[in-house]
């Protein structure tokens, strides 16, 4: 028979990365970074370690440097990290970039704020609200996500599973966003 006690869910220990660029200073990010381990702890993360790097922009395949990412691969090894959160928007080859390198779930703010609202979603409303959200954040980053299925260059011999991968979850997600639409408004009414 089955305990009714409730289950104390074990924290997932977490990194948070920030960039101070030419749009933001260091002060702000040191409030940036104390909104997002607030955020952190209220999706059941505890925060170890931050790091921040100074850059002119972002790096377009992993948004903070090679030297960064190799300081925090290091930090991270054997200090069972299970999750690396980005103060700033990553986009879907950044995440899957960084995961390669890192080796551990990697999320962005926005992702981790989605992940608040539907722990959080109690009515039907709320959950169809949140989770066409999630699709709607989830259909631009795709592309990243499957990139390693995806062949290079063009002409003869370039259209392979990965193109067809993509496009089949595009028109699921699609699909899912419109389904959800329609519940909403069923719901509303």
Known sequence: ?????????????????????????????????????????????????????KLPHPDTKTFI????????????????????????ELNGSQITNIEKLLEVKTIDRSDLILDIFARRAKTAQAKAQVELAQYQYLLPRLRGMWKHLERLGGGIGTRGPGETEIETDRRIVRDKITLLRKKLKEIDK
């Open 65 to 88: 440097g090679k030297g960064k990412i190799q300081e925090i691969k290091k930090y991270i090894d054997g200090k069972d990290v299970r999750i690396v959160i980005f103060d700033d």
């Open 1 to 53: 028979m089955l305990d009714k006690k409730k289950v104390v869910q074990k924290e997932e220990r977490a990194v948070l990365v920030g960039l101070v660029h030419k749009d933001q200073t260091e002060v702000q990010l040191q409030e940036y970074l104390d909104e997002l381990a607030f955020l952190a702890e209220t999706a059941g993360a505890i925060t170890i370690k931050r790091f921040t790097q």
